[in-house]
């Protein structure tokens, strides 16, 4: 079965890492979220200003239902920030309103990792969809149909590429985040610390998921060449 012993140490050991890292996240959130920032500006009007003085243009900032649901949708060009953020006049939502406006400077720059990761959208799309079921059918017929399970193998590949392609594109939005906050003195002294404190939990949820990506990738690799002990 797929989830014999070894991989389920794997996914036990990975969630309880997922789980402290989110958990801490939430947590310096929900501190930060309770930190004024000294201009008074709101999630929203970080964002603005972020992106008038990057240069960055025809991007629209909304706002989206859920919490730490922010994100950056380079199809229709908008910054989607959660209400606490979009209204939030917060250290957390400066950092979080930044961070995304990240990404859409990035988008504007034509950042290289940026577009390989969307490049690879349609690909994941594809294979997160059919990529179980296919490793699934690979173990059980990888004597008969070997092929099968090397098929998930690669479709499970590009997922795990697409994991590792996201951390360079997360980390660098963070960084032109912070230094648009230093830069401008949007954030300084303790209000810069405590931003860069959210920004750095939420990189690690990333880091964690790549890592996990790639632990159960070698698992399935070593499937494939009969080297389980």
């Not at 648009?180 to 300084?188: A, E, H, I, N």
């Not at 690690?204 to 998921?209: D, G, R, S």
Request: net charge positive; glycine share 6%.
């Amino acid at each position: 079965m797929i989830l014999n012993t070894e991989i389920l140490l794997i996914f036990l050991f990975f969630m309880v890492i997922s789980w402290l890292v989110s958990n801490q996240l939430k947590s310096r959130f929900a501190k930060y979220s309770r930190t004024p920032l000294r201009s008074g500006l709101s999630g929203r009007q970080i964002a603005e200003r972020m992106l008038r003085e990057s240069g960055v243009e025809n991007v629209r900032i909304i706002s989206t239902p859920g919490r730490l649901t922010d994100h950056y949708n380079p199809l229709d060009r908008t910054v989607n920030l959660s209400p606490e953020v979009y209204n939030g006049r917060s250290v957390a939502a400066a950092a979080v309103a930044a961070h995304e406006c990240g990404h859409a400077v990035q988008h504007a720059r034509a950042y290289a990792f940026l577009k390989m990761r969307s490049a690879l959208v349609p690909v994941i799309s594809v294979s997160s969809r059919y990529m179980q079921w296919v490793l699934l059918a690979g173990i059980l017929t990888i004597e008969s149909f070997p092929g099968i399970l090397l098929a998930g193998i690669i479709m499970f590949a590009a997922t795990t590429l697409f994991s590792f392609i996201t951390l360079p594109v997360e980390f660098d939005a963070t960084k032109r985040a912070l230094n648009w906050l230093t830069d401008t003195g949007m954030t300084v002294g303790e209000e810069y610390s405590n931003a860069k404190d959210a920004l750095k939990w939420a990189s690690l949820t990333y880091v964690v998921a790549a890592l996990a990506s790639l632990a159960t990738l070698l698992y399935y690799i070593m499937i494939f060449l009969g080297r389980r002990s």
